[in-house]
């Protein structure tokens, strides 16, 4: 009795492995994947933030040149804001979207070294 549940146990195992050993390699592929377009989603948002930290910039000089000193003060530092925040968020970005693109075994590994702690 206690033979065959470990029998029928060890033959679960054995399909398991099998199973994930054939899906691991589409599962990277997807994986990777989602990766590189979660990075490019965020690379827009920088992108659409630094058009931003733009628009606060002109719209400051604009404040400053009609004497609305109070006006371009918010304006400039909306504008601070912005362009740190678009920098980092697309620099962050380019270098994950660079790493996937250029060695994404390397992303893997790194991935689950992080995971792994």
């Not at 678009?86 to 270098?95: A, D, V």
């Amino acid at each position: 009795m206690l033979e065959d549940k470990l029998i029928k146990i060890l033959e679960m195992l054995e399909s398991g492995i099998l199973l994930t050993s054939q899906q691991l390699p589409v599962i990277a592929k997807d994986f990777l994947e989602w990766k590189f377009y979660q990075s490019f989603f965020f690379l827009t948002i920088g992108t659409f933030l630094s058009i931003l930290a733009i628009m606060f910039w002109k719209k400051g000089k604009k404040a400053i040149c009609r004497g609305e000193e109070e006006e371009s003060a918010g304006l400039f530092v909306g504008f601070l804001f912005s362009f740190a925040l678009s920098g980092i968020i697309i620099l962050y970005n380019i270098h994950g979207l660079i790493k996937l693109t250029i060695a994404p075994r390397v992303y893997l590994i790194e991935y689950i070294r992080c995971m792994i702690g």
